[in-house]
């Protein structure tokens, strides 16, 4: 209980969640482990101290093997190079190892992908190549590990190391989730035309590509804004008598919305309806996005209510984008009447979005709309409600 006392002052009831994390054989009411996960989440979550951090780890005796535990060790790894604590992460990781629960390739895949998202490739390289020595065996999980690890440091170079020299030097046969991370590497950084020699090496050894594998070469190319080989990957479809299905469709709309050609990804949406497919809420998404971003606004909202036309259920993001750009365009009656429906959801878009909204409404003498959503607000979140009641008293009367 000595951590208890230094660290600093908390709720009672983060304070009692706490206790039951650190010593649960001793809690006359233990917390059941999701509950426990959850209080470690939170608590990480709100933690600045890069040592208590790891303390809040420790003490909740975290596992790969549960999704939420995962979650925990991304948020924790993730402050803790974010605060340049680097030795801290590797004693951490490594000490982890020692836990003979945790001595399994599941452990060390996620250690090696923890140690890619701090930027520490050279980890990543060394638990790889150390497993043997924990009496845990190399497959082509751990390899798609590295392999996924040396894309979250943007290290694209070692991919194609790994690659070319890896499942020889180990005796590890590369699948299909291999080569599609290869190909992933390739396409993010620039190099989609790689992506040909990984297709024939994939051929050679009888894997046979996927949606995911043409997907992630056609944004790939649509990046590089290298539309005959576009043309090319959907031929290759055809070829392997795939025909493109919605998330090949989505892939295409989102990658030329980001290339500001929402017009262009509308007709897609056209070919999706003519061919009796059913778009759905990632489709209307990706378009309400690209026209917004675009300044096309009027577009946006008409896609918004053929979404919802078609049963299509948008998500908090959706919501958040256009009430955002609908502001920023100055049409603040639209932009409350979509706030009003993502409120509905429970979803209230951030500070910044919110006062910029109220703003508006001020500035378009709707100040008892203003009042009223400014009412809303408070009761959501009391946390903030002082500052929304400065914002309030200076509302017009």
């Known amino acids: 209980m000595a951590f208890l006392s230094r660290i600093r002052p908390i709720s009672f009831h983060r ?35 890069p040592q208590r951090i790891l303390e ?13 535990d995962r979650i925990v060790f991304s948020v924790a790894i993730s402050k803790l190079a974010d605060s340049k604590d680097f030795d801290s ?20 895949s996620h250690a090696i992908v923890l140690f890619g998202q701090a930027g520490m490739i050279n980890d990543a390289f060394r638990t790889f190549e150390e497993m043997h020595q924990l009496g845990v065996d190399r497959t082509v999980r751990s390899l798609n590990a590295l392999i996924f690890s040396c894309i979250l440091s943007k290290n694209y170079k070692e991919v194609n190391r790994i690659f070319l020299e890896f499942p020889k030097k180990y005796g590890i046969e590369m699948n299909l989730d291999s080569y599609n991370t290869v190909l992933k590497a390739f396409s993010q950084s620039g190099s989609s035309s790689s992506g040909y020699s990984i297709l024939a090496e994939m051929d050679r050894k009888g894997v046979k590509p996927n949606a995911t594998s043409f997907g992630i ?15 090319k990957v959907l031929k290759m479809m055809e070829e392997y008598k795939m025909q493109p ?5 989505n892939i295409r709309i989102q990658s030329l919305c980001k290339l500001k050609k929402s017009s262009e990804a509308k007709l897609l949406l056209n070919s999706i309806l003519a061919r009796r497919m059913k778009p759905n809420s990632e489709t209307y998404s990706h378009l309400i996005h690209g026209f917004s971003k675009e300044g096309n606004l009027e577009e946006a909202k008409k896609l918004l209510k053929e979404m919802l036309d078609r049963g299509c259920k948008p998500s908090s993001d959706c919501y958040f984008a256009l009430v955002y ?8 009656e639209s932009a409350l009447q979509v706030c009003k429906e993502s409120m509905e959801k429970g979803w209230f878009p951030n500070f910044s979005t919110m006062t910029s909204l109220v703003n508006g409404l001020v500035s378009i003498s709707k100040v008892e709309e203003a009042r009223e959503l400014i009412g809303k607000i408070k009761v959501k979140f009391s946390k903030n409600a002082g500052s929304w009641k400065e914002i309030e008293a200076r509302l017009p009367r």
Do not use: M, W
């Open 89 to 108: 992460i590797r004693h951490f990781l490594d000490e982890l190892k020692s836990r003979p629960d945790l001595q399994t390739e599941r452990f060390v």
């Open 15 to 49: 304070c009692r969640f706490f206790s039951s994390i650190l010593s649960p054989e001793s809690s006359s009411n233990p917390l059941p482990y999701r509950e426990k996960s959850r209080a470690a989440l939170s608590l990480v979550k709100s933690e600045k101290d």
């Open 245 to 249: 299905g919605i998330s090949t469709y």
């Open 325 to 332: 750009f609908l502001c920023q365009g100055g049409d603040f």
């Open 217 to 231: 070469l056609l944004a790939g190319f649509y990046n590089e804004e290298k539309y005959e080989d576009v043309g």
């Open 56 to 68: 809040i780890c420790r003490a909740a005796s975290l596992t790969p093997e549960f999704n939420l």
